[in-house]
């Protein structure tokens, strides 16, 4: 946590006052977020607190499970359910919330066996009631909470954890290439709700990944042991998979898998607040799950909120059109910021609400030129430091802030939040001042000239130069930015062509290396996330975001197998950020953390416009409990820090 | 006895197509649009990629002569317009600042342009204050601070050459195919029969988007241009071609061909000097009517984004930035695009009918 | 006033077109006696049709008429055509009731969609309030007069399965259904050759005696006027030449056109060429409600070219 | 008749074929289409290539076949009714295609019966009153429909639609009924958001219906049989419904197959602007995904209904035209 935090925190504390109480809020900077600051239970902080220390003994269940001949919901809720400190008010239960698909991930965070805190750095225990690393952080011993069950009421174990990792993840059907996360882990059973993760090298970061990712460690066996080939018979799986309609059992399970942030599209049981009640092209509908394992501070089992209708609403527009009208309870997916006037229009017409979030994303852009290009000329080129400075000096971040964000964004290269134990303010500004002067100097200096005068630069050797850009407008307005961008680029002499592509097709040919130049935004900003998966900044990853040096994270990944290796630099790099997730020396781990983004400021790998944009967050009025800013992304999985099981209706 | 004229059939079907009023006026537009599209460089105030930062989003600006006294100008004159974000509803307010007036001023040097890209020139029709900060947007501006109006001229060079271009290529391979299919009969006619039918039983638009989704995304704008042109035509032709073919059919037997084919004169001579002459009028007349397919196919594929890529306006393109629920409640103005491609469509449609009725020899003269 | 069925008064037609005002018919002035056949003879354009056409009322909108029709029908009201409403009921009465009308065109003269027993019946029940199966018999019954062998099952046909012949024998039975008091005969024979011509003139001829009605049948053809006709009507341009009885007129006609006409008709056997030739300009006109007034027009011209 | 039908069945069989080809040619179009990406993607990561999944991919595409025989595997699986799997939904096209067709069809046909509506009685109106005002304000009217582009149809509709009905945005139910089984208002709330997608398609298809149905009728009205029927006193409305339109009429019936394709193509892009569930948006998002065999298959299938619907077109003309009938028995 940051100083500044603990300060905040010591200031509001008074002795005698009861942690639960409602009265005192923890208020967190969360960097300059454009003076935005969070406002919440001071209880979210820290690990959650169970009914029996708070000394709640009885509990209450929603209408809705009446009379549906379920066990009472003291025998449904673990033997001592966490208890969930409501943002503003206790909540009452029922409401049907409509959202859609695309937000359905937001509404419905997974739970996991931890979970982030607000402060998006601290991880908590969830499922899990403690843990524990051993000193040279290559052994975590867990233990899960006692009676924790699925969402079919089976009891949730480890047999659960250890069929995920061993029977999917490290099942070469399953999962081809192994993860990294998960190579050479080794997981022990001590009893039903104790296991043991023996890692080759120390993780003191491994709980992180588990409270962001974790659907890789909860699949329920006692559903998917039918589709696999370890545990039932071949040919009955291959009639399920074909009245289910895939190709085989692995294709079913990545199905769950691949989409992570959709785990329910296979209806499997899960632990998270709702469950699929059912499934229609147009509409998925969930239900409250009724062995949920949090209670409020009443003892009144959560959510409040009894089902949900998620809509498909495939264009974005739409999207727009129907928050703004207030005919959805929850939106912020795919709400652009270009769109506020328009959404802050229905606020005063349509009965919603409209709160103004920021998203981690260090940069809404990271526009990235792929240093392995096949082409031999280009990738020389992106190669050149030189010339991705000149890229990065020739935009006008803050025409670009003023044209996109209204002037509420920050003008800045790819790196982490303010707020990160990681941050220095030269990181973000570094080659992002507009000087078309300096660029053109530089691509000069590389030998680009506009030799025939057509007001365009040719390549050294009087061969036309011309940039291709493809990528998907998904989640920041890349569109209209690189409209801008290119258009600063045109202005220094550069050809550039631009076209959106599918997000599926981008992954392809990202990650094998297809793609010349592309953009994405640029998350993994913040410390749940970097000292892990510090991607946009290291060649280690092979992803759609990653585009600009996809051989050199086939090196890596391959142990020098396939892919080329990188320069010395680059391999500096690889070391460090190995070094960055594995000491455990927090004094070196920050200070291995700035000198890969030191070295990326430098060399500008990847360049980025504007950051901490505002998010907007839509609700309608009549959803309470919802936090008023905070930090949206993927880092912390957009809402898991704010409890959305505590958002309910004021009938 | 009443008095009677001798016409020839040119003056009668120049008589009939005048006493088409609507078709006229239709022309009489299309020349208007087609001039513009011509001279848009020139005409058009601002470039289109030309920003104006100071005016995001900004409405059309009244364009007036009478100022804040009621004094009437001679000089039509915008007054400056002040851009506050509010902070409440971050919406972009523009306040007209009655003290400063910008006369419009007429062939000012402005942003430089190449005309047709075959010679540097900085004269634009009009303009207001050309090197200080006033400006005037007559269609307002879009999201990033364009002109709208001058993206609208520039759009229309592309969706009418466009048009005009597709159909080019449809009549040449309607005509030849339809034409042979016609004459020669036997194998090559039930060949071409066969695949009109086909491609007739296709629906087009899927089969565009297919192909120009495939269109590879380093070609350069004005290549991916006749990509999408060509694409256009390549489905086009079939009805042309069946009408052409059944015009041979009926005509192959006529006299005036036998006479030809007797003397001697080759296929492709008879064809071409004898047979297409003898509904000419007619090819004209369903390529007029096949024009409008083109722009709105256009349309239709950038508007999907697999059409035309930026920096190439054309309406299609400018009608995707404009899109969605957001344009028609803050900024109806950017649907503008829409309005001239209504108004072309319409044209060529009128345009068509008169020529029809006009080349038409059997359609009579009468009052209207 | 003489007691004759129709009697024509100074009528007078124009046509308008983008030319100006086209006059096919100026001052025509005739009767037609009652139970007689009345031939009007002329060439084509010489507005016999455009005559024929004015009685039922069925020029083009674009057609102005002044002048004045009566007809006189036995047990009935005198009625002023010419003063009658289109939607007026007595004109829909008169249509197919007291007159009706054979056309030139046989081949188009019926839908091709429909049935003709239909299409005979409905002329029934246009007019008399009868159950269909009744108007169907009586159908059956009128074509079986116009000699159409076993008209069950010919009813039953399309027109398009039909000979020339046997359609304007359908249009004949279709026309006198409904015992009309006037037959108009719109050059019938023009279309059909020449002995089914003859066969078509005999029945006509020999209905009208059955049913004594009146006929008034026009035509170019002299030598059918000397085969059907009592009196005799010479039409030119829009004009009457000269009225008599056929006999008087064919005998020592008294204009000069009437004898050009004369001259130019080898006797009266009929040529085909001649036939030919009729057969274009007569379709020109019994289809050409649209071409008429060209066609006028360029008549006139040659008019003036052959007489100085 | 009945050999009639058996020729034209036959007849379709070549036309199909040459669909297909065409179709399985713009398949194979675009460079790094999402199949041949996927296995790019799963080599390039280093998985060795007698893995189970890549031999399914290659075994179901016949990736390592000369294109004549993905041809025929592809073909083969169509015909046998398996139209394969798609990699941007990771579910069978099949699925995919039913849940949506049904839908395309609904809307296809209420687009046809509404332009019909709509023109034939107009085209009529403004032949009889040929060159009158009506006459011209109509044809402008349908020019104007003919002449704005769909999406911006239904974007305005979908608008207007939404703050004069309170009608949710796009979507053919209401969210409340989404998932309701079928009862009378569920039926109706479809029909409520039904008629934007209808009228904006069939608009589309007015102007020319209206025109070609004037100039019809206009021709007919000149036949002699006219004269006939007026000479025999049938009372003038009852004459022109029962002789000249009737006849004019015969040819529309024939444009049903030249009026699908344009109708599913309108389809296509107001499906995607009003999402509807219908095929047309999954065709844009495959072709954009380049999901070709997805692509391919519904390309495919739209093509045959279109050459079906002709086929019908043809034998219900030949059921009210006595003369095709008769030559063609």
Redesign the interface.
Known sequence: MSRLFQKRLADKLHPGDSIVSLAFLASLAIQPANGAELEVPDAWLKPAQTASQLGITSFSQSAYLDNRDLPPVEERLPDDPIVIVPLDSIGTYGGVANITHEDRGMFIPPEGIFTIAPDHKTILPNLAESYAYNEDGRELTITLRRGLKWSDSHPLTTEDILFSINDLQLNKNFMPVTLPDFIGLEVIAIDDRTFVFNFPSPEPFYINYMAQSPEYFLMPKHYFREFHPDYADEEVIAERMEELGFSDWSAFMTTSMQRRLFPDLVNHPTTSAYKIESLTPGLYSYERNPYFHKVDTNGQQLPYIDAIEAQDVREPEIAVAKASTGQLDFAGVRLPTQDIPLLKLGERTSGIKVNVWNRLHGSDLSIQANMNFADEQKRTLFADVRFRRALSMAINRNEMNDIIYFGRGTPRQVTVVPGSDYFEPEFATAWAQYDTDAAEALLDEIGLHDVDGDGVRELSDGSPLTLTVEYVDTETPKQISMELVVSYWNAVGLDVRQRLIDRELQYSRAISGELEMTVWHADRTTDVLFPINPDFWVPRKLAASLAMWSEWSRWYLTDGNLGEEPPPEIRQLQLWADELATTMDRDRRIEVGKLILAANAENVWTIGTVGLAPQPVVTSNRLKNVVESGLWGWDIRYTMPYHPATWFFDQ | ?????ELTPGQLAW?KFR?HR?AMIAAGSLIFLYTIAIFCEFISPYTP?Q?N?RA?NAPPMDVRFFDAEGQFNFRPFVYDLELT?NP?????EYEEDASTAYPIRFFTRGEPYEFWGLFEAERHLFSVDPNGPGYIHWFGTD???RDVFSRVLYGARVSLSIGVVGVGLTLFLGVLLGGFAGYLGGIFDSAVQ??T??L????????W???S??L??????ITTYFGVTIILSLFGWTTLARQVRGRFLAMREEDFVVAARLIGANDQRVVFRHMLPSFSSHIITTATLAV?AMI?GE??LS????GL???VVSWGVL?QQA????V???TPWL?LP?AF??????AF??LG?GLRDAADPYS????? | MTDSLLSIRGLSVEFKTELGLVRALSEVSFEVPRNSVTAVVGESGSGKSVTSNAILRLLPDTAQSSGEIELNPQDGEPVIITSLDERDPQMQNLRGGLVSMVFQEPMTALSPVHRIGDQVAEAVLCHRDVSPDVAWAEAAAMLEQVGLADAESKMRMFPFEFSGGMRQRVVIAMALICHPQLLICDEPTTALDVTIQAEILVLIKSLQRKLNNSVLFITHDLGVVAQIADRVVVMYNGQVMEIGSVRQVLKNPQHPYTMHLLSSMPGAATDFREKNKNWSDGAAIGAGTFLVEADAGRKIREFRELSP | MRNYLARRLLGMIPTLAVISVLVFIIIQLPEGDIVTSTLDRLSATGVDLSDDRIQNLRAQYNLDQPLPIQYLGWIGNFITGDMGFSYLFARPVNELVWERIGYTLLITVCALIFTWVMALPIGIYSAVRQYSIADYSFTTIGLIGLATPNFLIALVLMYLGYSWFGLSFGGLFSPEYLNAPWSWERFTDMLSHLWIPVVVIGTSGMAITMRLMRANLLDELKKPYVTTARAKGVPPLKLLLKYPVRIAINPFISTIGLLLPALISGEAIVGVVLNLPTTGPLLVQALIAQDMYLAGSLIMLLSMLTVVGMLLSDLLLAWVDPRIRYERT
């Open positions: 006895m009443s008095e009677l004229r008589l006493r609507l990629e920003r930062s995001i974000i409440d509803t971050w919406m972009r999201s990033l601070g066969r695949m039918e086909v007739q039983s296709i629906p087009t638009l899927p089969l988007m297919a192909l989704a495939a590879p995304a380093a070609w350069s704008p409008p709105l349309t239709a508007f999907l984004g697999i890529r930026a920096p009608l899109q969605n629920y957001q028609i409640v803050m649907l829409g491609i209504v108004v072309t469509v319409i449609n009128l009918d009579s003269l009468r009052q209207q």
